[in-house]
């Protein structure tokens, strides 16, 4: 079994692919097949349970829970498969019959008791397009009822495989083995928490490479630090942000940016933000006096503008500072890099394109006030980066990184984060490294990472309650402990 941080994230037309192409090189679908299965009685043995139900459906997923059985039965184990569904895959009919020829007791489209300590699913597997039948449903609920022990293949039976969403109803599994790689809708939740433990059983599959990766510690990104160096080397973070209404959110921009190592940070706010200055003095100062941001202030900040190697927008901004956004993005957006955070995401829906300078960073809210239909879709995300032509980093308990063409998933992500303050502190860490040199990808995935991480390790000492933004800010090296 893989460690699950070493891996690609799969939709369901790549394991397709995937399978059709192992077969293709020679590999035998009953190899897979056999494979699969003495995966899953390997996890099913360490419970070392009395009585063993497989439930399975009449696709492939239902032959390797068949199989699975049968190598079960052959260890001595008491094993009893209740099959449900008509239209049986070739795959699935062979397993049938050696399951037949072996003697194991086989049920079709009945009810079953509560006498089993242990359930392996295997109803439904990847191909899942829709809602679950009623029929398959009300098997779905009896598993969920029993006190057995539950292990799913692949992916729980009614979690859709590319969204993590619920068809119908799902199975809630204890630990699902999925075979070669990841899938989407493993990750994001709900799906996630249906899927209980993540198991990856290694086949013989063809080597296959998505786009689509998790983030794990070798491909983080730290920028150097030469012993010989001054503060001009590591880059000029400016921050415009803030308001009369909210003083606090760029406070903490300017924090990260400063704590995960920018040379320089500007704060410049519309109204009074002065107390930044008891936080960090290092930190640049200055208030317009005002109480937004408006569009002939550009002139007035051309020079700071024009000495940052990147500007954070939107941390604490009202609607009314949007045309000032907008007309930066017109003159800036193709040479600066750009954060958009917050209130000032807004701004792109005035844009038919954008460029690979810009990052927005909404949370889920966010995006769906400018992108109305978006769901728990991945797809939709990337389409909406490679149309925008910009990258996103949605910020959720799962925060995706996407430029359009590659994808990024960040699991580190714990409720600790679910306060005000954790996304305005993560641009200005963002934005931090973009200053010292790192392509925005890179910088996204690395401060995602090193904040995230900080988040979890002072959680598991201090509880996810009592954690807050300035105290991430103030504990960041910990994240650098890769």
């Keep these: 079994m893989e460690n699950i941080f070493e891996t690609n994230v ?11 192409l192992t077969i293709e090189s020679g590999i035998m679908e009953e190899t897979l097949m056999e494979q699969a299965a003495f995966a899953i009685a390997d996890v099913a043995s360490s419970f070392s349970p009395k009585k063993i139900l497989c439930v399975a459906g009449t696709g492939n997923n239902g032959g390797d829970c068949i199989a699975a059985g049968r190598i079960l039965h052959n260890k001595g184990y008491n094993v009893e498969i209740y099959i449900y569904g008509k239209n049986q895959s070739n795959g699935f009919k062979k397993q049938l019959l050696i399951a037949e020829n072996y003697g194991l007791k086989i049920k079709y489209n009945k009810d079953f008791s509560d006498e089993y300590d242990l359930i392996i699913d295997g109803l439904i597997g990847i191909g899942l397009n829709g809602e679950v039948r009623s029929s398959i449903k009300t098997v779905i609920e009896k ?24 068809m119908g109803d799902a199975v809630h599994a204890d630990i699902t083995i999925t075979f070669g790689n990841l899938k989407i809708g493993q990750i994001l939740y709900p799906g996630r928490e249906f899927s209980g433990k993540l198991k990856i059983a290694e086949l013989s599959f063809k080597k296959f490479i998505s786009n689509r990766k998790i983030i794990t510690p070798d491909i983080i990104k730290v920028p150097n630090r030469k012993k010989d160096s001054h503060k001009y080397d590591y880059g000029n973070v400016l921050i415009l ?15 990260g940016a400063q704590r995960i190592g920018a040379g320089l940070v500007t704060l410049i706010t519309p109204g009074d933000s002065s107390k930044i200055l008891s936080f960090e003095p290092s930190i640049i100062y200055s208030s317009l006096n005002k109480n937004n941001f408006e569009k002939n202030d550009l002139k007035k900040l051309n020079d700071e503008i024009e000495r940052a190697n990147v500007i954070i927008l939107g941390p604490g901004m009202t609607e009314d500072s949007i045309e000032f956004v907008v007309e930066l993005i017109k003159k800036q957006g193709r040479t600066k890099n750009i954060v958009l955070d917050a209130e000032s995401i807004q701004a792109i829906k005035e844009f038919e394109s954008l460029s690979e300078n810009i990052l927005i960073t909404p949370h889920v809210g966010e995006m769906k006030k400018i992108f109305k239909n978006l769901k728990n879709n991945i797809f939709e995300l990337e389409r909406f980066s490679k149309q925008k032509k910009c990258i996103i980093m949605l910020k959720s308990s799962i ?9 990024f998933f960040n699991l580190l992500g714990s409720s600790s984060l679910s306060k005000g303050g954790s996304g305005d502190l993560l641009s200005g860490i963002v934005g931090g490294l973009i200053a010292q040199g790192l392509d925005t990808i890179n910088a996204c995935i690395t401060g995602s990472y090193i904040m995230y991480k900080t988040a979890k390790e002072l959680s598991n000492e201090y509880t996810e309650y009592f954690i807050t933004p300035k105290l991430i800010s103030e504990n960041l090296y910990i994240g650098f402990k890769l």
């Design 10 to 20: 799969l939709d369901s037309n790549e394991a397709k692919v995937m399978d059709k």
């Design 143 to 166: 598993i969920n009822s029993s006190n057995a022990k539950v292990i799913s293949e692949d992916i729980p039976s009614g979690i859709s495989s590319d969204t993590g969403e619920v």
């Design 241 to 255: 942000a803030g308001s009369s209404k909210y003083p606090g959110a760029p406070i903490l921009t300017a924090l």
């Design 399 to 407: 925060t995706t990184i996407t430029d359009g063409e590659k994808t």
